[in-house]
């Protein structure tokens, strides 16, 4: 009774893996976006969702990378070695300072943490002009009916608007200026840094012996395919692959 549980089991395995549609070899494939190639846990491009954590799709425009989260565009500005930690800079504050969208900068912290290098900061638009002025120390936007109106930037994560229309928490590096406008803004263009809390470890053993590694959304970890279509059961290496005599892979029947 047991073998005939444990057969049916297999079979059922074995024939949804191939009913379904997903190609495991396209998880080999990586995003390609200007200087940025890239591969698990990301996806976008040639890399299908199934190739990468759900939350970590990327798309490319004008050779630029960006990503979404939690209703906001950021530019992914740089992926550092073993993907551990991300450059990110808010896209709408990458063109101009003066109309972003009013929307806090909140961070998916099931994803992602800040580094401790940046903090929290609130920038008040729409505040009683008291210092309108041409001088860049003092900071301003002009509204659309032309009216000066003044920013407020400071630390914290709470806004107090008083007599300010909206307010906007962003994250800043410790050493912004905040009396300096350009010190602001070229704090706003270059972003900020946050480490990744996706763990990559059964990804890279899975590279390693020649596997590729995909994502399983209702197991909701990382799972790997083998070069001969198996699936790697976590904390297992695929088979090592047949040499040709040049020294790569290939499949066991083309030995024969």
């Given amino acids: 009774m047991i073998f005939q549980i444990l057969f049916l089991l297999i079979n059922f395995i074995t024939l949804s893996l191939c009913d379904s549609d997903f190609d495991y070899t396209t998880c080999n494939n990586t995003f390609k976006c200007g200087d940025k190639d890239l591969g698990y846990p990301f996806w976008g491009g040639e890399r299908p969702s199934s190739c990468g954590h759900p939350k970590l799709g990327l798309t490319c425009v004008d050779e630029n990378t960006s990503l979404k989260m939690n209703n906001l565009t950021y530019r992914v500005i740089e992926v550092y070695e073993g993907y551990d930690y991300l450059q990110l800079a808010r896209d709408d504050y990458l063109q101009g300072f003066c109309q972003p969208k009013y929307a806090n900068t909140t961070i998916d912290h099931d994803l992602f943490q800040l580094d401790p290098s940046y903090a929290n900061f609130v920038i008040s638009y729409g505040c009683p002009s008291k210092n309108c002025t041409s001088q860049e120390q003092f900071q301003y936007c002009t509204a659309a009916n032309g009216e000066c109106r003044d920013v407020l930037v400071y630390q914290g994560s709470k806004k107090f608007l008083g007599d300010c229309e909206s307010g906007v928490i962003v994250p800043l590096h410790n050493a912004t200026i905040t009396q300096d406008i350009q010190s602001v803004n070229e704090g706003l ?53 047949f040499m040709n005599p040049a020294g790569f892979p290939q499949d066991s029947d083309s030995s024969k």
Wanted: hydrophobic residues 25%; glycine residues 6%; proline residues 8%.
């Fill in 189 to 241: 263009q270059d972003g900020f840094v946050v480490s990744t809390k996706v763990n990559n470890t059964m990804c890279v053993q899975c590279q390693r012996s020649f596997g590729f590694c995909a994502y399983d959304n209702s197991l909701n970890e990382p799972i790997c395919y083998c070069s001969d279509q198996q699936l790697l059961s976590p904390g297992t290496n695929c088979s090592p692959p």
